[in-house]
């Protein structure tokens, strides 16, 4: 008896270690891939806005279709607020899809007419950054 004891407590620590690697991995991803989008929506604005310094992001969530939804706001102000679209069709890496109160954030533009604005694989390629820096693999489970 005491025998199967020990069989079922290792066993046990052993499932248990496994959990804990594997949590600690996806959350390791998870993180890469939250600064890595954060990195590219920091890039994108520093060559489409005017007088852009900081920005802070403060919600970052899956939509129902898979792609990601991502709210903040730059220079400090509440009022400079956007969300961010992630689309899964686009490789799960942001592009430059936006969405922004025309009046206040909007006036922060360098070109009116979205199609005037650089594109990020553009800056990317100017830039001569390395791509791979600026991508990432979503968590293939988001919830935690």
Do not use: C
């Amino acid at each position: 008896m005491r025998n199967k004891n020990k069989i079922f407590i290792f066993i046990f620590i052993i499932v248990i270690l496994l959990l804990v690697g594997l949590y600690l991995s996806h959350k390791n991803k998870k993180d890469t891939y939250f600064e890595t989008q954060k990195d590219r929506i920091d890039l994108y604005f520093k060559y489409n806005l005017k007088d852009y310094y900081t920005l802070k992001i403060t919600k970052f969530e899956q939509n129902p279709m898979g792609g990601f939804f991502v709210d903040g706001y730059i220079n400090n102000d509440k009022r400079y607020d956007f969300e961010a679209f992630v689309s899964s069709a686009d490789n799960h890496q942001f592009t430059g899809d936006i969405g922004y109160n025309p009046k206040v954030f909007g006036k922060l533009f360098k070109h009116d007419n979205p199609k005037d604005r650089i594109k990020l694989n553009e800056i990317i390629k100017k830039e001569k950054l390395n791509k791979k820096d600026y991508e990432a693999d979503p968590p293939l489970i988001w919830g935690f």
